[in-house]
Structure formats: C-alpha cells, structure tokens
C-alpha cells in the first residue's frame, strides 16, 4: 500500500460521503451503544482498538509524522506535528492523547467484519478547529487507522498503526477475559492486567521474561525491565478450564 496518497481528492470525497456511509453502516452492523463496556459487530466479536498509534515505518532512530502532506509551507497541517496518538475506547465512545499534548474526543458510529467508521475532533497546537475521519481496521491483534485529518484549509492522509487486544467472541460460554491497561510497553513501564469474568479463582504465571511480575487476585502486574523493540511477551490467565492471553510489544 502506498501511504502517502494524495490527500486533497480522498479527504473531499470523504467529507461528503462520510454522512452517508454512516447512515447505512448503521443498519448492517451491530450495536455501537456507547454506554455499553464492550464493541461487537453482528457476528458476537468484540473489538477493542485502544492503542499508541504510529507511523508503520516509525523507529527508535526515525520518528515519522502521522499526516501527509507535511512539509511544504501552506500544505501542511498547523501547529506541531504530531507523531503518535494515544486512543482510548469506552464502548464505542473515544478518547485520544496525541504527541504535542492535544487531547481529542470522538466515537465510533459502526462496526462491520472488522472495519469501525470513527471520527475525532480536536484543536491543534495553533489552535486550529481539526477533525479525523476514517476508518480503524482489526487484523491479527493489530489495528490500521486510515484516516483523512480535515481542517478549515488543509486536508491530509493520515495513516498508522497500533498493536491492540485480541478480538474476543461474545460467548457466555466463555466468561474469562483479559485486558492490559497499554499493549505497547516502553523500558521500566508498568503495565497493569485485569481479569474478568470465570469460573474460579485466577491462576498467573509465577515470572514473565524481560521483567518483573507480581499478582493479587484479579490483578497483575508487569514491569519491563530489560528486552528490545524486536521483543514481546505473553501473559496468560486461567480460570477453570478457561484461558485467555494478552501480547505486549516493546517500543
């Protein structure tokens, strides 16, 4: 995929067809009820896209803006560029943190195999009135935001991706679950893991590598101590005759 498009015709159409792929997407998909805790489609998969958004070809030694284009002098976004964006999700209300300090609120207005039509409207460092419209795409504990980011005169692509927690089936059959309070976790980070539902009391694993491990109950505990950005770890709960894991990648 070439992720440097050119923004200008894909951010007018998707204004004006923004409205309308909404307004349908809401009769084929499942329930969007922003006061519920979980988001699934008509199939019964849960889908949580929380995560630190980034540019795919980002690294430790080559820091990427997420829109494009940004370079040229009145063809770029105002304010500071910015370089992640930290996404929060409540159901299917929104919250996001960017890299310049900016805070952002939003939702997503449908779901369907996968793909979220979302939006997102903040300000930028200059101050400017901003709004991000696209769509959040689930594959393989990993989520694509493709994005147009609309402002009074400037359009661009914005295009990155986040490491995210596993899709889940909706099955009262299967009660457990675990969510980790960051799926992306730095040096010396701490990260917090929280078990739900079961049969029983949780079982957790007795050390995880790269790090330290502490439990009580309900709760875990990881801090990473050690380990690079080619690393990961596994972390399981079990309850009963139920497991369910969490991947944490490294920055």
């Known amino acids: 995929m070439n992720i440097f498009r050119i923004a200008v015709p894909r951010a007018l159409f998707l204004s004006l067809a923004l409205p309308l ?9 499942g329930s969007v009820d922003s006061t519920t805790a979980v988001l699934s489609d008509n199939s019964g998969t849960i889908y949580n896209f929380a995560g630190l958004y980034m540019h795919p070809s980002t690294s430790s030694t080559n820091v990427l803006p997420l829109v494009f284009p940004n370079q040229e002098p009145g063809n770029r976004p105002t304010g500071e560029l910015i370089t992640s964006l930290r996404l929060l999700q409540y159901g299917s209300a929104l919250e996001a943190y960017d890299s310049a300090g900016m805070t952002w609120a939003g939702s997503i207005s449908a779901i369907q195999n996968g793909t979220a039509t979302f939006s ?3 300000r930028t460092t ?3 009135s901003t709004e991000i419209a696209g769509t959040l795409v689930y594959a393989d504990q ?9 402002e009074p005169a400037f359009y661009g692509s914005l295009y990155a991706q986040a490491t995210v927690a596993p899709s ?16 992306n976790v730095s040096s010396n980070e701490t990260v917090t893991l929280t078990a739900s539902g079961g049969t029983s009391s949780y079982s957790w694993p007795s050390s ?27 972390i399981s709960v079990t309850s009963g ?4 894991s969490v991947t944490l990648e490294f920055d």
Do not use: H, K, Q
Request: hydrophobic share 35%; with cysteine; glycine share 8%.
């Open 241 to 244: 005759s139920e497991t369910d």
């Open 208 to 234: 995880v590598a790269y790090g330290t491990f502490s439990y009580s109950g309900s709760i875990a505990s990881y801090t990473r101590t050690a380990g690079t950005a080619d690393n990961s770890v596994t």
């Open 126 to 128: 200059a101050g400017m």
């Open 21 to 29: 792929v909404i307004a349908l997407a809401g009769c084929e998909t």
């Open 142 to 150: 990993r989520s694509t935001m493709d994005a147009t980011w609309i």
């Open 168 to 183: 889940a089936t909706n099955n009262p059959s299967s009660s457990l679950s675990l969510a980790a309070s960051t799926y």
């Open 120 to 122: 997102l409207r903040g």
